[in-house]
């Protein structure tokens, strides 16, 4: 499995933008990358995943440089309701997952 | 449609005893995982069932754990003389044969 790294917490106010940037550094041909978030006392929840390039979907975007070592997920206008732990995986869809410590987000008004 | 459903939700045991968790995973997903997640910190895989082959068990950090599944149906993990280190969630995840897993809500146990 992809190691990936990424910030331990990161604080922003609502109505900006946050973007998360993950670093993978050996990912495999036939790994995808996938963001999940996770809210207090909750399991995590699939919000994006993409191969290269650009997804977008109705609660964030992913960008992947052409040599996939890196992705950032975007977050466009938060609110107090997306303070959560987000989780960047890399790996097989049908495959066990690796996931690391995630990154913090906290939102304030 | 229901989602993932864990049972029990909360589970306080003492040093010793063994733990049954249980998880109904969504009809019709082939594949479930259990993960520990302990306070603070990511998940960490535990064992992996997909359809018929035999599960990956790689992740169990020791021999009082054990899982079992019936069919693509319900799941049980089972914790044999628990230890106070075992304390943590347990989170089940269903997923179709090639797509994102989905959660359930987590059995917290705590081993006194």
């Known amino acids: 499995l992809a190691k990936t790294t990424q910030p331990i917490s990161m604080d922003s106010y609502e109505g900006q933008e946050v973007n998360i940037t993950c670093s993978h550094n050996n990912i495999a041909t036939n790994d995808y990358i996938t963001w999940y978030q996770q809210f207090p006392s909750q399991g995590p929840r699939f919000i994006i995943q993409?191969?290269?390039t650009k997804v977008t979907n109705e609660v964030a975007s992913l960008f992947i440089p052409a040599d996939r070592k890196s992705s950032t997920l975007s977050l466009p206008r938060v609110s107090l309701s997306d303070t959560a732990v987000y989780y960047c995986l890399v790996g097989r869809n049908d495959y066990k997952l690796s996931f690391g410590a995630g990154t913090t987000v906290t939102v304030r008004a | 449609g229901a989602g993932v459903s864990q049972s029990p939700s909360n589970k306080v045991t003492e040093k010793g005893k063994d733990v049954e968790l249980r998880c109904d995973p969504i009809?019709?997903?082939?594949?479930l995982y259990w993960y520990r997640q302990r306070l603070g910190q990511g998940l960490e895989f535990l064992i992996y069932?997909?359809?018929?082959?035999?599960?990956?068990k790689s992740g169990l950090p020791s021999d009082r754990f054990s899982a079992e599944r019936t069919g693509e149906s319900v799941s049980t993990l089972t914790i044999q003389r628990t230890q106070q280190e075992d304390s943590a969630v347990y989170l089940c995840?269903?997923?179709?044969?090639?797509?994102?897993?989905?959660f359930g809500p987590g059995t917290r146990l705590t081993v006194l």
């Open positions: 995840a269903s997923s179709p044969a090639t797509s994102e897993q989905f």
């Open positions: 993409g191969y290269k």
């Open positions: 069932f997909q359809g018929n082959s035999a599960p990956d």
């Open positions: 009809s019709g997903h082939t594949a």
